[in-house]
T-cell receptor
Framework: KAGVTQTPRYLIKTRGQQVTLSCSPI?????VSWYQQTPGQGLQFLFE???????NKGNFPGRFSGRQFSNSRSEMNVSTLELGDSALYLC?????????????FGPGTRLTVT | QQQVKQSPQSLIVQKGGISIINCAYE??????FPWYQQFPGKGPALLIA?????SEKKEGRFTISFNKSAKQFSLHIMDSQPGDSATYFC??????????FGQGTELSVKP
């Protein structure tokens, strides 16, 4: 089975712009979670989607949003980019996000905001 | 209460030695405790995981020890190898998809 894929792998944006990142989960996986990884804050949970519905949300401002499509692919959007949004954005998929479900991570999208 | 505290931040071990990384949590509702390994430029990969009704789980050279009363769990890497050099994260979750991660431990295994 192909793993979790994320596109693009690298992105450079200017402050104030918006960005959309894409995640394709492992075939058959219906839960997709997004995380932000920075040297200072570590790995922080953004949100989780299951069956096209946001099921869990982390403590991020409303500029961070996401959605999931009927084929379980997911996108996250960050509007009005700030310098502090520079990070590695990781997507993880699991069968249904239930307890003990193994989460498989993609390689991430490295976002740099200048 | 949602935090998971991980120590040490960095660890240097000789080849063949035992690497030990510790984590502590406050939220007694956590019901799943995985450990992830991350190499530079890669996403985290699940190493081993445990539920709170089990005190120890072993998979190959990797062992999780879990102390429910102390709200602590640890990862032991036996016979550490240079290829184990990576960043290790403990995590915890309540009913699935939202993982709360520790701050990470950068392990370096010297040949």
């Amino acid at each position: 089975k192909a793993g979790v894929t994320q596109t693009p792998r690298y992105l450079i944006k200017t402050r104030g712009q918006q960005v959309t990142l894409s995640c394709s989960p492992i075939s058959g996986h219906r839960s997709v979670s997004w995380y932000q990884q920075t040297p200072g804050q570590g790995l922080q949970f953004l949100f989780e989607y299951f069956s096209e519905t946001q099921r869990n949300k982390g403590n991020f401002p409303g500029r961070f949003s996401g959605r999931q499509f009927s084929n379980s692919r997911s996108e996250m959007n960050v509007s009005t980019l700030e310098l502090g949004d520079s990070a590695l954005y990781l997507c993880a998929s699991s069968l249904d996000g239930g307890t003990g479900n193994r989460q498989y991570f993609g390689p991430g999208t490295r976002l740099t905001v200048t | 209460q949602q935090q998971v505290k991980q120590s040490p931040q960095s660890l240097i071990v000789q080849k063949g030695g035992i690497s030990i990384i510790n984590c502590a949590y406050e939220n007694t509702a956590f019901d799943y405790f995985p450990w992830y390994q991350q190499f530079p430029g890669k996403g985290p990969a699940l190493l081993i995981a445990i539920r709170p009704d089990v005190s120890e789980k072993k998979e190959g050279r990797f062992t999780i020890s879990f102390n429910k009363s102390a709200k602590q769990f640890s990862l032991h890497i036996m016979d550490s190898q240079p290829g184990d050099s990576a960043t290790y994260f403990c995590a915890a979750s309540v009913q699935g998809g939202k993982l709360i991660f520790g701050q990470g431990t950068e392990l370096s295994v010297k040949p």
